[in-house]
């Protein structure tokens, strides 16, 4: 009885925070891509990210700060140390003050931030008449079904309906909350040339860069899980084990 | 406590302290041999599982509070650093975050079941009422925490929630700035939020303490509602209970590590990972989830109360909101006054039992109506009129259902003890 009531109560709590979370936005219902992040034994692919961390470099970088993400971070895509030395050193960042009081410019090193591609919010917006490119380091835990969303914003534009007003710089996206959005398409077809054979479609750009900002959101998704299935399976046998000693405990009672 | 017979203990040390601290003596007569109900069911481990999830909400919490930065322009991204950067942080992070969700979902039940077999009544009053003084205490604890990453939603969440306080009549404003440290949602008000969220849990725990305390002087209720009589009726907690608290919590964890390690964000609102903005309101405020029933609550008085036909109103809508939310957690306060029938189990309690599950149905209808935009409809239906629907059950429940009950309904027949009951359990059965 109690067993079942325990049941209900769960179902019953449960439906409506699902039915809660599904529906949100007004936009176009999202579709489920299948990604190699997916699942309970889902992993990053390298060769994806760093594919999308090319896209981020050449076309998004632009625009988008990561300001929480280091350069030293790109181990996890399997660049080595000296791979990554040479990503940061293409980079100047501002240190300082030396030793006269003077801020000066180097080359950037591993244990440097992403440099931002303005000074600060305001000039951002400025420079994409008014609306503010948001900070990608988390865009992707920042929406619903994040990794989804991204994927078809960067593949959903399309012309707009003839009753839309526009304005200048303003594109129509059947994804984005309101349709509106004050980013250009960022990605065409050939726009980047991959060198590992990958098609240079908008598609796999989009994919890519989308697996790329799934793991600068989460770069820890890899040893959560290994470490979630380790705990799961020791309590699991803990509680087998812990339910045959109750049972024994109390086999005198019943 | 403290003050009753001294137990025998052959290892030398602990017998020389306990001669002088008898702690040993405390822990051997409440915990060891203390005499429990031999008919407990499984929703008597959910003060154990609530008991641990304190611990490991302090524990995790202080080395969280290590490498936490209690600034508005650092808030955020110290706590992405925790989640990044801090070895094992991201495991602290998601352990706490989701630790505050099934400690609701631990006590909740605990509450549920204290309703259902009338944990409340004579002689446990005191301790329900304590057990409600937690509740409140836990409210007011895991507001203050979500607050801390200092996220779109902390921010506009403490707005919403602090504003209410301003509906007080006379002192509401002064309130508000109390709470603020200013004139609006600002760094001081992040600093005392953290000084008070550290500083909560333990009081929580001296509360817990109290109301343990309370529970080993008058005993436990069971399922059946009546009084152990003798020895044939109990066994002592040590090992029955011991094991079998051990194993649900165990089942309860496994639950648990599913969502921390599968879904850490499912609970959680994806607004949160952005820098909170005193400039940009997100477009639909929600609070955490094991708040939307009240929340609803709140919401669901949207008309001034005066004279109709004037301008007079003795309480705005806003008021009312107030009101009856902070009203729906007092009646569980006077729930033992209210529920006077000399039957304690639902289980004897038929019609009881009816009305306290559409209560539990209705209760998550609240909740799910809390979590929608105020101009959402479900199946056609309005959800303000839902929403008025079901406070008005909430209500009525306790104050009306609960006094009419009271007088008119007769119950089943009690058994004659515990051990009687779980008999009768047993060749049930063994028939199938
Ligand atoms: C921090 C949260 C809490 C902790 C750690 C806690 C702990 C406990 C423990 C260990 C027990 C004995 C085991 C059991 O009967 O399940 C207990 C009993 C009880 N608790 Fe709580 N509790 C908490 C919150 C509450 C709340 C919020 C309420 C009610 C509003 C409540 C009401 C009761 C009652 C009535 C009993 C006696 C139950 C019975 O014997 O049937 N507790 N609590």
């Known amino acids: 009885m109690m067993f079942r009531l325990i049941l209900f109560v769960a179902a019953l709590t449960f439906l409506p925070l699902h039915m809660a979370r599904a529906s949100g936005g007004e936009a176009e219902p999202l579709v489920h891509q299948h990604w190699h992040f997916s699942g309970a034994f889902g992993t990053y692919d390298r060769a994806a990210l760093q594919r999308g961390y090319k896209i981020y470099r050449e076309v998004c970088a632009s625009c988008h700060s990561m300001k929480q993400l280091s350069f030293r971070n790109l181990t996890d895509l399997g660049y080595n140390e000296n791979q990554i030395k040479a990503i940061a050193g293409e980079y100047s960042v501002e240190d300082g003050p030396n030793e006269e009081g003077e801020m000066f410019e180097r080359p950037a090193r591993p244990s440097d931030s992403f440099p931002a591609p303005f000074a600060n919010d305001k000039a951002a917006a400025y420079a994409n008449g008014g609306a503010l490119p948001p900070d990608l380091s988390l865009i992707i835990k920042a929406r619903h079904h994040g990794s989804d969303y991204v994927y078809g914003l960067l593949t959903g534009y399309e012309e707009a309906p003839h009753d839309a007003h526009l304005l200048d710089g303003q594109y129509w996206n059947k994804y984005m909350p309101g349709h509106v959005i004050a980013m250009a398409p960022p990605l065409s077809d050939g726009q980047v040339a991959y060198e590992d054979g990958s098609p240079d479609t908008t598609q796999q750009y989009a994919a890519d860069v989308v697996e790329f900002l799934t793991w600068a959101g989460d770069p820890h998704m890899e040893t959560r899980k290994r470490t979630g299935l380790k705990a799961i399976m020791f309590l699991v046998v803990f509680a087998f084990v812990m339910y045959a000693v109750k049972r024994q405990i109390w086999s005198d009672v019943h | ?432």
């Open chain 2, 1 to 432: 406590m403290g003050s009753g017979e001294r137990a025998e203990f052959k290892n030398p040390v602990v017998s020389w302290i306990d001669e002088r601290l008898p702690v040993f003596s405390m822990m051997q007569q409440e915990y060891g041999v203390f005499p429990t109900p031999r008919n407990f069911n499984y929703f008597w481990n959910f003060g154990a599982i609530a008991m641990f999830m304190l611990v490991a909400m302090i524990a995790t919490g202080i080395f969280l509070a290590m490498n936490y930065t209690p600034h508005v322009d650092m808030a955020f991204d110290s706590v992405e650093r925790i989640d990044r950067d801090v070895n094992w942080g991201w495991m602290l992070r998601d352990i706490h975050m989701n630790g505050a969700s099934f400690f609701f979902i631990a006590v909740y039940v605990h509450i549920f079941r204290g309703m259902y077999y009338g944990s409340y009544k004579k002689p446990r009053e005191l301790l329900w009422i304590l057990g409600v003084v937690i509740f409140l205490l836990m409210m007011a604890t895991a507001f203050m925490g979500y607050v801390l990453p200092w996220g779109q939603m902390s921010y506009w969440g403490a707005t919403v929630i602090t504003n209410l306080f301003s509906a007080i009549p006379l002192v509401g404003d002064s309130i508000v700035t109390l709470l603020w440290g200013g004139f609006s949602i600002d760094n001081p008000t992040l600093n005392r939020f953290y000084a008070l969220h550290y500083l909560m849990p333990f009081v929580i725990f001296a509360v817990v303490f109290l109301h343990v305390w309370a529970l080993h002087i008058c005993g436990s209720n069971n399922p059946t509602g009546i009084e152990p009589k003798g020895k044939q009726d109990t066994l002592p907690f040590h090992p029955y209970y011991t094991m079998k608290d051990t194993f649900g919590l165990l089942v309860f964890l496994v639950v648990f590590c599913v969502f921390v390690f599968y879904a850490p964000d499912y609970l959680g609102h994806p607004d949160n990972y952005k820098e909170a903005n005193p400039l940009v309101t997100p477009p639909h405020i929600v609070p955490e989830w094991y708040f939307l029933p009240f929340y609803a609550i709140l919401r669901a008085i949207t008309f001034d109360v005066g004279i109709p036909g004037t301008e007079i109103v003795f309480i705005s809508a806003k008021l009312g909101g107030v009101i009856s939310m902070f009203g729906s957690i007092g009646l569980l306060l006077i729930l033992p006054w209210l529920d006077t029938h000399p039957i304690r189990s639902a289980r004897y309690r038929p019609k009881f039992r009816f009305f306290l599950i559409v209560f539990l149905v209705v209760f998550v209808m609240l909740g799910y109506i809390g979590s929608q935009p105020a101009d959402a409809t479900l199946f056609g239906a309005p959800l303000t009129l839902l929403g008025i629907l079901s406070t008005t059950y909430y209500y009525g429940f306790f104050l009306v259902i609960i006094p009419w009950l009271n007088n008119t309904e007769k119950g089943k027949d009690l058994p004659k003890s515990i051990h009687d009951a779980v008999l009768e359990d047993a060749r049930e059965a063994a028939k199938g």
